[in-house]
Each structure stands twice: as C-alpha cells, then as structure tokens.
C-alpha cells in the first residue's frame, strides 16, 4: 500500500500537475477572499450569489474563515478535475496494465491512489487557508473589521473546523471524480460531466425546485465546507454526503476489480 | 511443472462478439526463448492478458511459473511484461516513468539508471517520454519489463519502430537472457527474427493453437521443397512437368518453379532435366522457413 502511495506521489507532484493545480488554489482563495474584504461596503453583497457579510460578522471567532470557507466549493471543483484526470489517464494512456502487473492487488490499488490524491488534498486545502486567512487579516485593518478575536480560543477552534469542514468537502467532491474517472476511463468525460453537475445542472435543478438542493450531491458537499447553512444542516449534509461517497465507492471498487482491463 | 514457464490448459476467453482464444492448450519451458505467432487477432493479446491477470479468462486454466493465473500476485512479481505497446505518461520523463514502476514493484531505485543504459537510453533518461520516437518508447518498455530481474520475460511486439540496428540489439538481449536462465515469451510479426533466435513456437490462428513446441519440430512437419529455374518460362513448365510425371507437386511462382520433394531427389531432377535439354540455372534444396510455414498453417495470404 506504501508503495502505490509513494508511486501515485511521483506522479502527482509532477510541475505542470503541483504548480498549475496549486497556481489556482492559490489564485481562487485569494480572489474570494479579497472580494469579501474589497466588496465589503457594497450593495450588492460580498459573499456567495450576493450574500451580505457585514463587517460585525467578520469580527467574530469565525471571521478569519469566512473567506477560507466560502472558497471550499471551487477547491472542491479543483479536487474532482484532478481526482478523474489521475484515475482516467490510467486508462487513456494504457498505464493501468503497467501498474496491476506491478500491484495485481487491485482494491490495494485503488485504495493506494485514493490515499496519495487525499494526501494532495491536504496539500490543496493546507496552501487554501494560509492564503484565504492571510490575505483577510492583511485587508481587515483596511475596512476596520476587527481581528482582535479571531486567533483566540474560540478563534483557533473556528479555523480548525473549518479545515476539516472544507477537507471533508474537497475529499468527497474528489471521490466523485475519481469514480467518474473510472466508469468513463476519459480525463475529459470525467472532468466535463463531473463539472457540467456539479456548477450547472445541480444549479438549474435548484432553481427550478429549490428543494431538490436538500439532496443533490454537490450542494451537500458545499454545506459541509459552509458548516452548514440555513436550508441543510451540517449533520444531514455530513450523513448524506458519507452515503452518496459510499455508493461512489462501493461501485467504483466492483468496477475496478472485476472490469477487464482490455486498453 | 517445475520446469514449466508457462501451461495453459483450455484456456479460453469468449466476448460478444466470439470467441477470442479458444481452448488454448500449450507449454513452454524453463530458460527457453518460445515464439508466439499468429495473424492479426488471432488471440495473442488476449492471451498474454489472460497470462498477466488483466482479463480474466472464460473457460480452463493456465499456470504461470508453477502457480494459477487466478492469483496473479503470487507469480507477477518474478514476471516482466510488455504488452500491446510502450504505455508511459508523457508528461514524465523516461526515469521517473522506470521509477514509478520500480517504486509500485518494490524494485531498487538504482535498477532504473542501469536499465537506461541496458536499453541504450543511458543519455535519454531525463528527456520527457512524450519526446521519444516509437523506437525509443519501445526500449524504455524493454527497460520496465527488465525492472524485476524477471524469471518470465513476456513481450508482445518488442520490435516495433526498432530500426534494424535496434531490432538486432534486442534480439541479442533476449538471447542473452534465456541464456542467462530467463524464459522469454514474445509476440512478434517479424518471422524471420523469431525464428533466429526462437527455441520453442506457440501459433494462433483464430484464437486456435495450431502448433506448440519446438521451433525444430514445425520445419520437421513440413514438406522440404526444392527451387529451380531454366533459361525461360517454357522450361520452367518443362521442370514442373517433369516433376508431376516423378509425383511431386509443383508451381511457378516469381519466375522460379517450387518442387514439393526431399533433397535427394534435386539430383534426379538436374538429370532430367539435362535429359529434357534444359540448362539449370539454379537448383536449391530448402527446408520452409517460418514465415512460410507461418503462411502455410494460418493460411494467410503471403
């Protein structure tokens, strides 16, 4: 198993892969969190589809996260395109053949792959959060939102649930790339019809019956990172999110072991 | 067993569309070069799959260094294999693409440079995989295969887009190995290399093993046959006749007459053909080479 990880590693950290992923976690976190500070004052909201986040609500514990949360979603897109791409290449290239002669285990594998992409994961939501957290304390003093309780206990308490709030949320949007990446064995199917759900039809759907939002995948995932919002609870949405994952992977690993791998 | 590579017992696999490989029953030896043969999907692929484990088969069993293809984990590791074609991530280098392999099998990482070098891309290894022509992403599958120190080398075309040079490198190398101990099993559709340096021969044909064992053995099952040819096309008919009335079949092919028949009988033909008033221009003895023989048993078209 230490093995498939330390493998799947060499790949993942290849420049093009590391630097162009990190490059748009890095450009994403900082965007979202300058237009919540830079927007602040605006009539048409700082936040997500034009939330308002005032200025007392940043002064809270939670206000050294409210960037760092709010940008869980597009780390999320990242983690799904780089999931399927990793899983998918396998098939497009031809490497998979080369890999289960050198591991015939096959959930061995699949299990080693999944463990070094939820590594890269952290690695994703690690460089998210210095961004998001520093660039918000650099812009607060600016619009006179006040830090003064954001690295208290409560504080500190508020970023570390955020990280795993947001971590969970990046995993499970990742895990749902990787099967895509399986049953379609096609970085660009995967990628297209993961994000195609994911930003446009579950938004489509939710505007015509904002009720299905309580059970589509993508929104649940979103409110783990959000910690919950006022239409979900973080409990449903955590419950829900485990289900729709176990499904995922329940089938990618009868897909997996049993396919024939015949490319 | 202990002295078998490789044994396939009605091995088979059935798709939708048919039959791939159908009751394939063949053995190869220990420490032995075995050609494997056929035409375009004749099954080769499918069965160097069903070998490694990547499909799984429909029908009988196989063996592979004395365990079960069902539990390819406990053989692989003493395998290396090439199938179908170089298959390496572009984006990598040709080392780093080695060291990935080595890191999944548990192989030393210093193999990776010594392989490199082996395979003639000592100079190479840092270039991008997605920069090497056809020749060298061949060498560099070579090289992977080699990752194991393998007891079982399993190759399927390893000479394609090799340029003569390369093509004769290689063959050594495999030579080399098997006599080094290792069992080397290659698909290949150049015939002649084969047959150079080819102990044993498995030939497919419509996913039928229509022949499994020593390479020697084939040319004995064949009929030797003699070429001759005159000063001009009417004593060519002249030489056919002349065999047909001795109850040898004959025919014209390329300007020159084939005669189905032992070697000893070219000196009563040259007699007769004197006989006939027919000066010979050439009159050689030939045993049938494996391409024909290849062309013979498949029945396909040369």
Known sequence: MIRIIKAEWRKLRRPTLLLGTLGAVVFFSGLVSSLLFLLLDSPQGNGDRGVVITRE??????????????????????????????????????????????????????????????????????????????????????KDVST???????????????????????????VVGMVLGLLLRSPISAISIGVLWLLIIENIVGAVKSSTLNWLPGSQFSTIAAGGSESISYTHALSLSAAYVFVGSLIAVVLFTRRDVAN | MQNLAISASDLSKKYDSGMAVAHANFEVPRGKVCGFVGPNGAGKTTTIRMLLGLISPTGGSAQILGESIDNPEKYLPRVGA???????????????????????????QDRVQELLVKVGLGDRGKSKFKTYSLGMKQRLGIAAALLPNPELLILDEPTNGLDPEGIQEIRQLLRTLADNGTTVFVSSHLLSELELISDYLVMLRKGEVVFAGPI???????????????????????????????????????????????????????????????????????????????????????
Not at chain 1, 88 to 98: H, P, V
Not at chain 1, 149 to 170: C, E, H, K, P, Y
Not at chain 2, 92 to 108: I, W
Request: hydrophobic letters at 50%; a neutral charge.
């Open chain 1, 57 to 142: 609500m940043l002064s809270l514990p939670t206000g050294a996260t409210q960037a760092f949360s709010s940008v869980g979603g597009l780390l999320g897109i990242i983690a799904l395109c780089v999931f399927a791409a990793q899983t998918a290449q396998e098939y497009t290239y031809g490497t998979l053949r080369n890999i289960l002669v050198r591991q015939p285990g096959r959930v061995r594998v699949l299990a080693g792959k999944l463990v070094a992409m939820k590594l890269f994961a952290i690695l994703m939501v690690v460089i998210s959060a210095v961004v998001s957290i520093g660039i918000s304390f650099a812009l607060a003093g600016g």
């Open chain 2, 82 to 108: 090439m199938i179908e074609g170089p298959a390496f991530y572009p984006a990598l280098s040709g080392a780093e693409n080695l060291r990935v392999l080595a890191t999944l099998g548990g192989f030393p």
């Open chain 2, 216 to 302: 020697q053995e084939l040319f004995l099952q064949q009929q030797p046959f003699i070429l001759a040819q005159g000063t001009t096309t009417a004593d060519l008919e002249k030489i056919v006749e002349i065999a047909r009335a001795d109850g040898h079949k004959g025919t014209i092919r390329d300007g020159v007459a084939h005669i189905e028949g032992p070697q000893e009988w070219a000196g009563v033909l040259n007699k007769k053909a004197f006989e006939a008033g027919i000066t010979l221009t050439q009159l050689a003895p030939q045993l049938p080479n494996l391409e024909e023989t290849f062309f013979e048993m498949t029945g396909e078209k040369k």
């Open chain 1, 148 to 174: 003064e309780l954001w690295f208290n206990g409560d504080g500190q308490a508020a970023i570390g649930r955020t990280f795993i709030n947001v971590l969970i949320s990046v995993i499970c949007f990742g």
